[in-house]
């Protein structure tokens, strides 16, 4: 690690201070631009069911859930389809803005969110279009992060 003494010397040698700035506008902007394409996400996701591949787009999924150790995806047309990912993966390459983790199990799009209530000890109940097999409860920890996340959009 550089000491006090190089950073000084470093800025001395240069003619402006700025020169240290401006020399650097377009990596920054690459930065820049790689960051907000990582926050859009992943588009879709490659499936195998009955013998064929195809692609499921990440708008055409109403959540992903964990059965059996397995990671599932539910689809709005009600269809599922195994993923060779696991939930912790799939939260990172999906946005934010879009997909919540709920629990351990779930992670839920924002399009399939039909209505949420208030459940026992402060906790809450996410009811979604596409009816889900467990009770998608939301901790009260996670609540007002659940609840900001529905209202920022």
């Known amino acids: 690690m550089e000491n006090v003494g190089d950073v000084l010397g470093s800025f001395e040698k240069r003619a402006h201070p700025t020169e240290l700035f401006q020399k650097n506008r377009f990596s920054d902007l690459v930065d820049l631009l790689s960051r907000l394409l990582a926050q859009v996400g992943k588009k879709s996701f490659l499936v195998f069911k009955h013998n064929k591949y195809s692609t499921v787009p990440t708008d ?3 959540y992903f859930y964990v059965r059996h150790e397995s990671t599932i995806i539910m689809s ?3 269809q599922e389809f195994s993923v060779n990912y696991a939930l912790d993966h ?3 390459l999906l946005s934010d803005k879009q997909f919540f983790r709920l629990n351990r199990q779930y992670l839920i799009n924002f399009c399939a969110v039909k209505e949420v209530e208030r459940y026992f000890d402060r906790k809450l109940v996410v009811h979604l279009v596409v009816p889900a097999p467990d009770k998608l409860l939301v ?5 007002s992060s659940f609840l900001k996340w529905l209202e920022d959009r």
Do not use: P, R
């Open 139 to 143: 901790s009260k920890e996670k609540a």
């Open 60 to 62: 055409d999924i109403a």
């Open 90 to 92: 799939i939260q990172n």
């Open 76 to 78: 709005l047309a009600k």
